[in-house]
């Protein structure tokens, strides 16, 4: 018995890390792409950063809460998958193309629109207004396309397949890169004139148009992918709504697309205040996030393989093996955070001056890295089990608990350290490390008590 049970968790482990290794991998290149676009961008000075950081939270409002509506097609795809049911699993793809459309050209319409003002809302100085807005509105011309990969990823991974995402996300970073050199600098000689490099000298434009060409690639090929993949093509499937199947999907994707856009929306809060503290604080901010997103992988690349296998139990009605997938994400996931903390804290300095030369900017950057980097390991708890709750379609729990923590410690105790107290980056830093304090503690809670899991008083 005790040699099934060592065999059931070493299989365990290997789907486990079979599952979240892409995932890690293709947010390693996304990050890297970041990476590689802020330092270029950040090489024409700190206005052009600021320019293209002053709009980067609205991105995330926008993304986030399409990733939030994929959550919904997850946990019922994989559920579907867990019980066997591949048909119900391919009408829900079918819903799931049907929601990329809806979304991806009203998303389209909202942002071009809005294009003009958003900088202004945001507080963005006036010198940088007309740069921040036409940037926005060049990245945002391909939202039907940034639909259809996030969601249509998400659809590929509830599947079990999270290599073809991957591999389509390394094609996107690719031409981001290779266009970003060609787009943003002017002609120039490389190899003390040996060879002429042909530039088109757009700058900031130019690093904008090469991520929505990019973006535009991405999502005609994750869309071809989707409709020839041998389980989960939607080909056949009713392109009308099918209410059986977008009820418990919007159910569940409902909770998580309140959590995430109000959140986002706190950080547009947040980063509205932490741009009206100058061009300092505005570049450090932007720089910090940037370095500090690559330290998340290990969590969120978890996470995605945690929500999928979750469903699948919850799908299978298995209470066992809900209990021994929590017994297993929770130490692999800490283990990796406190190496990322560690990571980070060493190697802050290092990595801000990747993207900034200004001795100002990079002292604030370090600073406000190694604060964060102390919080990681704790944080990554709560991305365990949020994502486990959300393979299993429990999302009002954490939606409650981020809305909380994001309005209620993070953006007032920002308010007040620095626009009542007129402190810096330093204090409103802190407050979001108390945010992901409060999301360990709440999401423990939740642990111990079992009303994470669906299936515990059967395990009992």
């Known amino acids: 018995m005790q040699k099934k049970t060592s065999a059931n968790t070493e299989n365990m482990f290997f789907v486990i890390m079979s599952l979240a290794w892409p995932t890690m991998l293709?947010?390693?290149?996304?990050?890297?792409?970041?990476?590689?676009?802020t330092a270029m961008v950040g090489s024409l000075g700190t206005h052009a950063t600021a320019a293209v950081g002053a709009t980067t939270?609205?991105?995330?409002?926008?993304?986030?809460?399409?990733?939030?509506?994929?959550?919904?097609?997850?946990?019922?795809?994989?559920?579907?998958?867990?019980?066997?049911?591949?048909?119900?699993?391919?009408?829900?793809v079918g819903q799931a193309a049907l929601a990329v459309l809806v979304v991806g050209i009203l998303s389209t319409a909202a942002t071009l629109s809005l294009s003009g003002m958003i900088?202004?809302?945001?507080?963005?100085?006036?010198?940088?207004?007309?740069?921040?807005?036409?940037?926005?509105?060049i990245l945002y011309t391909p939202m039907l396309f940034r639909t259809a990969t996030?969601?249509?990823?998400?659809?590929?991974?509830?599947?079990?397949?999270?290599?073809?995402?991957?591999?389509?996300?390394?094609?996107?970073?690719?031409?981001?890169v290779v266009l970003n050199y060609v787009l943003i600098y002017p002609t120039h000689s490389v190899f003390g004139g040996a060879f002429t490099v042909p530039g088109a000298g757009m700058g900031v434009i130019g690093a904008a148009v090469a991520s929505a060409v990019a973006?535009?690639?991405?999502?005609?090929l994750i869309t071809v992918k989707l409709w020839?993949?041998?389980?989960?093509?939607?080909?056949?499937?009713?392109?009308?709504?099918?209410?059986?199947?977008?009820?418990?999907?919007?159910?569940?994707?409902f909770p998580n697309m309140l959590q995430r856009f109000g959140t986002s929306l706190g950080y547009v809060a947040f980063a509205s205040m932490i741009n009206s503290?100058?061009?300092?604080?505005?570049?450090?901010?932007?720089?910090?996030?940037?370095?500090?997103s690559a330290f998340y992988i290990p969590g969120y690349g978890m996470q995605t393989a945690a929500a999928t296998l979750a469903g699948n139990a919850y799908g299978a009605n298995d209470p066992d093996r809900m209990k021994r997938l929590a017994k297993m994400f929770i130490p692999i996931e800490i283990g990796l955070m406190i190496f990322s903390g560690g990571a980070l804290f060493i190697l802050a300095p290092s990595l801000v001056q990747i993207f900034s030369s200004s001795e100002d900017v990079i002292t604030l950057g370090t600073t406000v890295l190694r604060m964060v980097a102390l919080s990681e390991p704790f944080y990554g708890f709560s991305i365990i089990i949020e994502g486990m709750m959300q393979g299993v379609g429990r999302t009002r729990q954490p939606f409650v608990f981020n809305i909380a923590g994001m309005w209620l410690i993070r953006i007032v105790g920002t308010f007040i350290c620095t626009q009542m107290m007129?402190?810096?980056?330093?204090?409103?830093?802190?407050?979001?490390?108390?945010?992901?304090?409060?999301?360990?503690?709440?999401?423990?809670?939740?642990?111990?008590?079992g009303t994470w899991n669906p299936l515990h008083k059967k395990s009992c």
């Not at 503290?277 to 500090?292: K, M, R, Y």
């Open 150 to 176: 996030i969601i249509f990823g998400t659809v590929l991974r509830a599947a079990g397949d999270t290599k073809t995402p991957m591999k389509i996300g390394v094609i996107v970073n690719v031409i981001n």
């Open 215 to 220: 973006f535009a690639v991405g999502g005609i």
């Open 57 to 92: 939270t609205v991105n995330w409002l926008l993304s986030s809460s399409i990733s939030a509506l994929s959550i919904g097609f997850l946990a019922y795809i994989a559920k579907s998958l867990g019980a066997g049911d591949r048909d119900l699993a391919k009408r829900a």
């Open 228 to 253: 020839t993949h041998p389980e989960v093509s939607p080909r056949g499937q009713k392109m009308t709504p099918d209410m059986q199947i977008l009820r418990p999907c919007l159910k569940v994707a």
């Open 26 to 37: 293709e947010q390693l290149m996304q990050t890297a792409v970041q990476y590689i676009d």
């Open 422 to 449: 007129g402190m810096g980056l330093v204090s409103a830093w802190a407050c979001m490390i108390a945010h992901n304090m409060f999301l360990f503690v709440i999401f423990l809670i939740c642990y111990i008590r």
């Open 119 to 137: 900088p202004v809302w945001m507080q963005v100085k006036e010198g940088i207004r007309e740069t921040a807005s036409t940037y926005f509105f």
């Open 277 to 292: 503290l100058g061009e300092v604080a505005a570049a450090a901010h932007t720089i910090a996030n940037t370095v500090e």
